[in-house]
């Protein structure tokens, strides 16, 4: 049997008694050195289901400060691998991921400091062939970096990074197999979820105005979307690139509903921000 990989898996959960027995499962006791659950004062059965299956639950409590969930957990576990990797509840690892993880991180030469992660999208109870891909900077080596730091000052209420992503020193790559993300809580979470989000872009752009960005480490879909934020174009902009650019056309009507949920949501936050502006 082969032995455990050199890797760290960390969970953030608040209440995932109805995801977490599968997430667990599917990364299988032997595949990993250390999982590890960071729980934000679950009262449901999540603490039990962490025993039962044998892996460590840590308790966090946000301040309302810097640091969030990810990067407290990188400051302040003990941890012990080279590799850690972020992993939300319905996030399940797949045998095809697995394989590779271990392939890639299995390589005494050309490794990266971090990896790019491929995650499936389900919409309306079916898996999206196309619209825009779900990718995450979740993988990467302990000690190459943390999450970018963003002052809030108050304005959020998550206690876990949102759209922060991992600021690496070093080369950073791609896994192509993916993880299976089994979102299933229907379009009223979606809506409730992206009005949340949708606040929260649009309270950081606007303290983002108030300053001067470190916009060096933004991907390009960042530098995009901060660059249109301030502008109604840019909920047509990003319905164009789900429908058309990443193919959203190929799921039929779920894609078009798809592409329109995501112009929405961006027109959404350019109107949070003209509301909040001085007229």
């Not at 697995?98 to 389900?122: F, P, S, V």
């Not at 990074?161 to 299976?180: C, M």
């Not at 390009?220 to 990443?246: D, V």
Request: hydrophobic residues 40%; glycine residues 8%.
């Amino acid at each position: 049997m082969a032995s455990a990989l050199d890797l760290t898996i960390a969970i953030p959960v608040r209440n995932e008694e109805k995801n977490l027995p599968g997430c667990l499962a599917a990364i299988g006791k032997d595949f990993a050195f250390n999982v590890v659950l960071i729980d934000s004062g679950s009262i449901d059965a999540t603490p039990a289901i962490a025993k039962e299956h044998g892996v460590e639950l840590v308790h966090f409590e946000w301040n309302g400060e810097f640091p969030k969930k990810r990067n407290w957990f990188l400051r302040n576990y003990p941890i012990k691998t080279k590799w850690i990797l972020f992993l939300d509840a319905d996030e399940y690892l797949t045998p095809a991921f697995k394989n590779e993880l271990r392939t890639t991180l299995g390589r005494d030469h050309d490794q990266k400091a971090g990896y790019w992660l491929n995650y499936t999208i389900y919409f309306l109870g079916k898996e999206l062939k196309g619209g825009y891909p779900l990718r995450k900077l979740a993988l990467f080596q302990v000690g190459a970096g943390e999450y970018e730091r963003i002052d809030e000052k108050q304005w959020s209420h998550f206690d876990m990074e949102v759209h922060e992503h991992p600021i690496l020193a070093g080369e950073v790559g791609f896994l192509n197999s993916k993880i299976d993300h089994q979102d299933f809580r229907g379009v009223s979470h979606y809506v409730s979820k992206h009005n949340e989000y949708a606040s929260w872009e649009a309270a950081r752009y606007l303290n983002l105005s108030s300053i001067e960005p470190n916009s060096a480490s933004w991907t390009w879909k960042q530098r995009l979307k901060y660059k249109l934020m301030n502008t109604i174009l840019i909920g047509p902009a990003f319905f164009c690139g789900s429908y058309f650019f990443h193919g959203g056309f190929r799921d039929g009507g779920r894609g078009l509903a798809f592409a329109i949920f995501k112009m929405a949501y961006f027109t959404q936050i350019y109107c949070k921000i003209r509301e909040s502006k001085p007229s």
